[in-house]
């Protein structure tokens, strides 16, 4: 029994369907990066860019952030936390982020004399209206960050370790 003209033309259709996708995700994903800034940018530049591309998109229907680096050479990260399936994964994630941020600003030549976080997240009050809130600040100093292995911290601990953490109550619902 042979492969018959029908299923011939059933092998080929997928492999040129599964082609096309493979060629749709290559030219589409950008090589991963997506917010690198060309070669000739300032290392400030350079930072900001690379603190964005680790904190990655956001995966609900917000942008994800704003990062400055400021003349006192602060960098001040402004940032949607993302969803997760409960308040402590999602506080978790939010560790996560803060966690990235922080080994990208340890292993940039630029000098970083702190950083500070503000976190906003989907709130819904007594009413059911929902809006965009600050649900977390922290700091970090120059410091800490140079006490900080975060190899060895979980993310719980990574928030713990801040000069100043804010988490508001509504997260722990």
Known sequence: MGITKPMKIFFVAGAAGLLLLIIIIATTSGGGGGTS?????SP?????????????PSNRNVPRGDVRYTDTHDLDVNFAINDNFSASY???GAGMDIAKVIKVAK???????QITFSGTFAVQDKYGKVTEEKVLGANYSAGTISKMNLDNLSYDQTLA???YLYWSPVMDK
């Open 161 to 163: 370790a801040a000069d």
């Open 37 to 41: 800034p060309p070669a000739n940018t």
């Open 44 to 56: 400030q530049d350079k930072l900001t860019s690379d603190v964005t591309d680790a904190l990655g």
């Open 107 to 113: 292993s940039s030549p630029v000098p970083v004399d």
């Open 90 to 92: 999602i506080k978790g």
